[in-house]
């Protein structure tokens, strides 16, 4: 499947994220509008393995109307908005021509369910992935990518240990636990965190599921384990194949009053020093994915932009 590679969200997250608002791919596509009941609900999630990466994407399970099929959405929140990919979209639309509506060239979609909740979308984008369209005999079938925008003004809780997604839950999910006040802007989630012992920006980004902690190289070696092997893993899209870097650790982030173990730290092959000033300028320290917080229950409450780590 061919999600957008590990360089596109460094150069697209960290160093456009605050310099030159719009220019992220994702940020250019109009919003769409999410159709989400406000009372509380909660949807399973399941991993999706590459290769060594047993961890590669969280995807959420989606049923369409008039289809007998379960497809997929990458859950994704490096991405402002929900969309979903072109051949993958014509690929449904000639076995089951009545499950989307796909009027003036963007998708349209009521009477859905996200796993057993009730999801509609108006005026998604439609993205041309080379190689999406839906092969019928993989049990695994994704058709695109939820954006932060299902979580936006919501407060959600992203249980990790029972794989699942609670949207519309209570502010009092807390308890005595200290909540502590995260970023949000242009649909990213910025979060406070003590990384290689200085007070950092981490950008939490679901759609990197499979890593730790992406940094910088002089960053990832420095918090790498003395003689730790480099691990490489090609990541594809479009006609470009670049390399992920990736170091056993026994370093750790601290995080919402916790100590979270690294494990593993990467960086990405052919980021330049200027990129890297620029990450470092806005103290932004690395991005994480879903692999942090495997052991954790993560509460955001993207309308009063606090978060916490849960019990």
Known sequence: MPFPTLRQRLLLLFFTLLTAPGISAFAQEEGSRIGLPATPQSIRFRWHAEGALKHSALLLPIRLPNCSETFYLQFDLGAPSTLFYREAVQSILKRYPAALDT????????????DHSAFSVVGAALRNYAGSAI???????????????????????????????????????????????????????????RIGGQQKLLVYDSGSSAFSLLTDSASAVKMARPGAADQQHASRSWDVTLTAHSFASSDSIGLAGKVLPLRQVSYISGTSEAQVQSMARFGIGGMAGNVLFLEQRLFLDLKRKKFALLP
Do not use: E
Not at 140 to 161: E, K, M, W, Y
């Open 103 to 114: 009027t003036g060239g963007r998708l349209s979609l009521r009477d859905a369910r996200l």
């Open 135 to 193: 092969n019928w005999k993989k049990r695994i079938r994704i058709i695109g990518t939820a954006g932060s925008d299902l979580l936006s003004g919501r407060a959600v809780v992203l249980d990790f240990p029972a794989q699942r997604l609670q949207l519309n839950v209570d502010s009092t999910v807390t308890g005595a636990t200290p909540v502590h006040t995260l970023m949000y802007m242009q649909g990213r989630i910025l979060l406070p965190a």
